[in-house]
């Protein structure tokens, strides 16, 4: 799933509202965050009336819209309002990135199906009837948790499935943007978990490889102190992890 990217911080709002009210914003509303296919924008209503609108930019359709009066609301109400739009905009585009995603599995589903023509029979039976040890053993057909993060993550299958069983050309494109878009998020995300994965097992080898320092006591006849010291340098030399106290 996509992440909220954000232009100005919540309790910035409406002091920003403020700021820019007779220059800038009184040319145009202000991005405040997107997430997805959805903006956040601040606008002007009027000199005391700051409005915040969400845009689906895909569709170029206004999604949902709130005022407040600059003389009477607070820095905390217009904040809140903010993070809600916000969430707003986190579910909205979920719902449409996992609409889409199921359109596609059930692509998928009919491409097996029409693949498997000649057992159509013996699979409806199958899920005619419940087989615990059969559902486990299962691995042909793939549910969509597994789809998604097998053959969907497979961009060339992917975007055939889609030029396959869609004619629309405008929906065609549609859909083999958000497939482009959605994969490369997923295989981003799957990159960075694992690199984080092998820097932590780099940090515990490295534990594991720490060096101690350990102190033997050493028997040396020699006639002084001084003598046994060089007896001891001679005998160890050229070793820099030994060193030989005074």
Same mark, same amino acid.
């Given at each position: 799933?996509?992440?909220?990217?954000?232009?100005?911080?919540?309790?910035?709002?409406?002091?920003?509202?403020?700021?820019?009210?007779?220059?800038?914003?009184?040319?145009?509303?202000?991005?405040?965050? !997107?997430?997805?296919?959805?903006?956040?924008?601040?606008?002007?209503?009027?000199?005391?009336?700051?409005?915040?609108?969400?845009?689906?930019?895909?569709?170029?359709?206004? %999604?949902? %819209?709130?005022?407040?009066? %600059?003389?009477?609301?607070?820095?905390?109400?217009?904040?809140?309002?903010? !993070?809600?739009?916000?969430?707003?905009m986190s579910e909205l585009s979920d719902e449409d990135v996992n609409t889409k995603r199921f359109q596609i599995w059930k692509w998928y589903l009919l491409d097996y199906?029409?693949?498997?023509?000649?057992?159509?029979?013996?699979?409806?039976?199958?899920?005619?009837?419940?087989?615990?040890?059969?559902?486990?053993?299962?691995?042909?057909?793939?549910?969509?948790?597994?789809?998604?993060?097998?053959?969907?993550?497979?961009?060339?299958?992917t975007l055939a499935l889609i030029d396959k069983y869609i004619s629309d050309p405008s929906h065609k494109e549609l859909f083999r943007k958000f497939a482009v878009n959605?994969?490369?998020?997923?295989?981003?995300?799957?990159?960075?978990?694992?690199?984080?994965?092998?820097?932590?097992? !780099?940090?515990?080898?490295?534990?594991?490889?720490?060096?101690?320092?350990?102190?033997?006591?050493?028997?040396?006849?020699?006639?002084? !102190?001084?003598?046994?010291?060089?007896?001891?340098?001679?005998?160890?030399?050229?070793?820099?992890?030994?060193?030989?106290?005074?």
């Amino acid at each position: 799933m996509s992440r909220t990217f954000r232009y100005i911080q919540n309790d910035d709002v409406l002091k920003s509202f403020k700021e820019f009210r007779d220059t800038l914003l009184s040319e145009r509303p202000v991005i405040i965050a !997107r997430h997805g296919d959805y903006s956040l924008f601040m606008e002007k209503k009027s000199d005391n009336e700051l409005g915040l609108r969400i845009m689906n930019d895909e569709k170029k359709s206004v %999604v949902g %819209v709130r005022t407040y009066d %600059v003389n009477k609301t607070t820095d905390a109400l217009v904040s809140r309002g903010v !993070r809600h739009a916000c969430q707003k905009m986190s579910e909205l585009s979920d719902e449409d990135v996992n609409t889409k995603r199921f359109q596609i599995w059930k692509w998928y589903l009919l491409d097996y199906q029409k693949n498997h023509e000649k057992e159509g029979k013996q699979i409806l039976n199958k899920e005619l009837t419940w087989d615990e040890e059969w559902i486990k053993k299962e691995t042909d057909l793939m549910d969509m948790e597994k789809f998604l993060h097998g053959a969907y993550l497979n961009m060339g299958n992917t975007l055939a499935l889609i030029d396959k069983y869609i004619s629309d050309p405008s929906h065609k494109e549609l859909f083999r943007k958000f497939a482009v878009n959605d994969i490369m998020e997923m295989t981003r995300e799957d990159t960075k978990e694992k690199s984080l994965e092998d820097a932590e097992l !780099r940090n515990q080898q490295q534990e594991e490889l720490k060096h101690h320092t350990y102190q033997f006591t050493v028997s040396v006849e020699a006639t002084d !102190r001084e003598h046994a010291r060089q007896a001891l340098l001679h005998h160890l030399a050229g070793d820099e992890r030994i060193s030989v106290q005074k």
